[in-house]
T-cell receptor, first 116, second 113 residues
């Protein structure tokens, strides 16, 4: 158990719909990351938040957005869903600052999203 | 940008065989290097890591050495078990700015009894 909690574990929804994925980081971790794992794209970094503020943005679509709340949990919002958005979405967390050698990113078990 | 290249899979071995999964990287700085493992139906788990050149990470019989001169971080295990069947991901983390992980494409390993 990594200590990173994601809900829901599985989600099936229709095209055009909107879903929200939730993540609670490990106790004490201020940084939250979102990754997408799909068969054709592999593991792609989407976005990172640190203590409530956006830190870095990767291959995140404009239809997707995220935020980190004062209690440090994070939500990833996916809207106008398409079939190609079907994937496993991982949340991860880490302690800061990452400039300390060896700080590690720990992953949750992921949320399986199926768009039909 | 930074990138990681892993040997293509899938890899199929017999139990007790020697395992090597190659990983090379391209980075502008001096990244930390990681191996993550994903067992069937599960999330990503950190297997081992190394933070500077010549460091050796080890865990559960797996080892990998950070080779700066060859920009490599190959994963090895002397005697694999059926329970090692999983997908293995090599990754790097830049120490500057946002230290997101950059992953290789993953290598699926199957161990037959």
């Amino acid at each position: 158990d990594s200590g990173v909690t994601q809900t829901p574990k599985h989600l099936i929804t229709a095209t055009g719909q909107r879903v929200t994925l939730r993540c609670s980081p490990r106790s004490g971790d201020l940084s939250v990351y979102w990754y997408q794992q799909s068969l054709d794209q592999g593991l792609q970094f989407l976005i990172q938040y640190y203590n409530g503020e956006e830190r870095a943005k990767g291959n995140i679509l404009e239809r997707f957005s995220a935020q980190q709340f004062p209690d440090l949990h994070s939500e990833l919002n996916l809207s106008s869903l398409e079939l190609g958005d079907s994937a496993l979405y991982f949340c991860a967390s880490s302690v800061e600052p990452m400039t300390e050698l060896g700080n590690t990113i720990y992953f949750g078990e992921g949320s399986w999203l199926t768009v039909v | 940008g930074d990138s990681v290249t892993q040997m293509e899979g899938p890899v199929t071995l017999s139990e007790e065989a020697f395992l090597t999964i190659n990983c090379t990287y391209t980075a502008t700085g001096y990244p930390s290097l990681f191996w993550y493992v994903q067992y069937p139906g599960e999330g990503l788990q950190l297997l081992l890591k190394a933070t500077k050149a010549d460091d050796k990470g080890s865990n559960k019989g797996f080892e990998a050495t950070y080779r700066k001169e060859t920009t490599s971080f190959h994963l090895e295990k002397g005697s694999v078990q059926v329970s090692d069947s999983a997908v293995y991901f090599c990754a790097l983390s830049d120490r500057g700015g946002a230290q997101k992980l950059v992953f290789g494409q993953g290598t699926r390993l199957t161990i037959n009894p």
